[in-house]
C-alpha cells in the first residue's frame, strides 16, 4: 500500500523545502525588488514627500481627526477639508505577517502612527524573530524598483544579536 504523500495533487508539494535558502533565514532581505507604486493626482503629494524623507498623512480641519490611505475627502466626517500634516514617523506595531512563500522573505504589517492612523507596510532591518506587537517603530524609506521611495517601517530600539553582551 502506498504511503500518503504531503500534497497528492497537481502542483508543488507543501512539505518540499524552500527553493531557496533565504526563506529559513530570520532576518529580512535588502534586496527584495519593491513594486513601484502607481501615484493617483490625490496621492502626489504623499509620494513628493517620501522622495524627500518626510511621511504624510491627512488632517481633516471639520473633525480633526488624522486619516490614511490619502483621499480627499475625510473618511470620518466626509468633509473636502483634509489637508497634509507631516508625522513624527514614529508608531507601534499593530499586528504582522511573515511571508515565507516566496523567494525572499518579508514582513508585512499594520503599523498605528503616533498620529492615530494605521498603516499597512513593510517592516525592514528588524529580525523576524525580534516582531512583537506593540512594539515602538520608526519610519525609513526604501527605494523601489523605478526608484521611488516607499515609507516602510524597522525596530525604533536596537535588537540585541546573538552574542551581544549587555
Same mark, same amino acid.
Given at each position: 500500500?502506498?504511503?500518503?504523500?504531503?500534497?497528492?495533487?497537481?502542483?508543488?508539494?507543501?512539505?518540499?523545502?524552500?527553493?531557496?535558502?533565504?526563506?529559513?533565514?530570520?532576518?529580512?532581505?535588502?534586496?527584495?525588488?519593491?513594486?513601484?507604486?502607481?501615484?493617483?493626482?490625490?496621492?502626489?503629494?504623499?509620494?513628493?514627500?517620501?522622495?524627500?524623507?518626510?511621511?504624510?498623512?491627512?488632517?481633516?480641519?471639520?473633525?480633526?481627526?488624522?486619516?490614511?490611505?490619502?483621499?480627499?475627502?475625510?473618511?470620518?466626517?466626509?468633509?473636502?477639508?483634509?489637508?497634509?500634516?507631516?508625522?513624527?514617523?514614529?508608531?507601534?506595531?499593530?499586528?504582522?505577517? !511573515?511571508?515565507?512563500?516566496?523567494?525572499?522573505?518579508?514582513?508585512?504589517?499594520?503599523?498605528?502612527?503616533?498620529?492615530?492612523?494605521?498603516?499597512?507596510?513593510?517592516?525592514?532591518?528588524?529580525?523576524?524573530?525580534?516582531?512583537?506587537?506593540?512594539?515602538?517603530?520608526? !519610519?525609513?524609506?526604501?527605494?523601489?524598483?523605478?526608484?521611488?521611495?516607499?515609507?516602510?517601517?524597522?525596530?525604533?530600539?536596537?535588537?540585541?544579536?546573538?552574542?551581544?553582551?549587555?
Amino acid at each position: 500500500m502506498n504511503q500518503p504523500r504531503a500534497h497528492d495533487g497537481p502542483g508543488p508539494e507543501l512539505a518540499s523545502t524552500p527553493s531557496s535558502s533565504r526563506a529559513q533565514t530570520d532576518m529580512p532581505a535588502n534586496d527584495r525588488p519593491i513594486e513601484a507604486p502607481r501615484p493617483t493626482p490625490d496621492a502626489a503629494p504623499f509620494w513628493e514627500a517620501a522622495n524627500e524623507g518626510r511621511l504624510l498623512i491627512k488632517h481633516c480641519a471639520e473633525c480633526d481627526r488624522m486619516h490614511y490611505p490619502p483621499r480627499p475627502f475625510c473618511p470620518h466626517c466626509f468633509s473636502a477639508s483634509a489637508r497634509w500634516h507631516e508625522c513624527t514617523g514614529k508608531g507601534t506595531l499593530y499586528a504582522y505577517s !511573515v511571508v515565507r512563500r516566496t523567494e525572499i522573505p518579508y514582513a508585512m504589517a499594520y503599523v498605528r502612527l503616533a498620529e492615530g492612523p494605521i498603516m499597512m507596510t513593510n517592516i525592514v532591518d528588524t529580525p523576524f524573530g525580534a516582531l512583537r506587537a506593540d512594539m515602538d517603530v520608526q !519610519v525609513v524609506f526604501k527605494a523601489s524598483v523605478n526608484g521611488q521611495l516607499i515609507p516602510m517601517f524597522k525596530a525604533a530600539s536596537p535588537i540585541p544579536q546573538p552574542g551581544d553582551t549587555a
